[in-house]
């Protein structure tokens, strides 16, 4: 399987660690992007990707390398500590331009043929808040599967992790490589972008119009009997 890993922290730490553990289990090719090394971008609002398409962002040149990356994935890996109970402002950043990706608006029909996996690590507490930012993402893209690995280290360094939490780490990467490794090359798509889809394919027959959101959808045939988690990739 192909994986791209993009961590939150352009330092190899322990969310880092964890993850790299994880796609050594999955196996497979492997590409790595840390940030804001490889994406430094603030989002401007500037609203180009909702009233045109993606590719005028101003900042697509940097942003199209990851995304080719993604679009030729079998697994996303999406790795960030925990700052301030979040994901870190560099992840953030880089999720905010794919906006137009979600259900709502232009859903991207190859995420149906993807898995993840998110991981994240804390010292201390708010790993649940931070996986979570990086959840809403990927569910609301479409991806089929995600699992979610979220450790609390007791430690600010890989090497200071106690042993104890060393083996929680090992049986919580083990459970999650044999999930993703068991649903290779399936297709579907999470329960809550389905939800989603239906409401949107509602709205958008009470209220037709002529925009980039409505006129992606009636050319996928989505507002007919065609289904984003039913393409041929």
């Known amino acids: 399987m192909k994986i791209v890993m993009i961590h939150g922290q352009s330092h190899t730490g322990c969310s880092c660690m964890v993850a790299r553990k994880t796609a050594e289990k999955i ?107 990086m959840e809403d993402s990927l569910s609301m893209w479409g991806v089929y599967r995600i699992e979610k690995i979220c450790v609390g280290v007791q430690a600010t360094k890989p090497d200071e992790i106690p042993a104890a939490i060393r083996k929680q780490i090992e049986k919580k990467t083990d459970r999650a490589a044999e999930r993703i490794v068991g649903h290779a090359g399936s297709t579907g798509t999470n329960h809550r972008f389905q939800m989603w889809f239906y409401i949107v394919k509602l709205m958008h027959r009470l209220m037709p119009g002529d925009t980039p959101d409505y006129n992606w959808w009636e050319d996928h045939g989505w507002h007919g009997n065609q289904r984003p988690w039913k393409s041929e990739m």
């Open 27 to 133: 196996g497979g090719e492997v590409q790595e992007f840390f940030l804001p090394k490889d994406f430094n971008h603030h989002c401007l609002g500037c609203y180009t990707c909702f009233t045109s398409t993606l590719d005028k962002c101003p900042h697509y040149k940097d942003l199209s390398v990851i995304i080719e990356a993604m679009d030729h994935a079998d697994v996303l890996i999406l790795s960030s500590p925990v700052y301030v109970y979040h994901a870190t402002g560099a992840m953030m950043d880089f999720l905010d331009h794919f906006g137009t990706w979600w259900v709502v608006h232009r859903p991207q029909p190859q995420m149906a043929h993807k898995q993840a996996v998110i991981v994240t690590t804390a010292a201390g507490s708010g790993m649940k808040r931070t996986a979570k930012d």
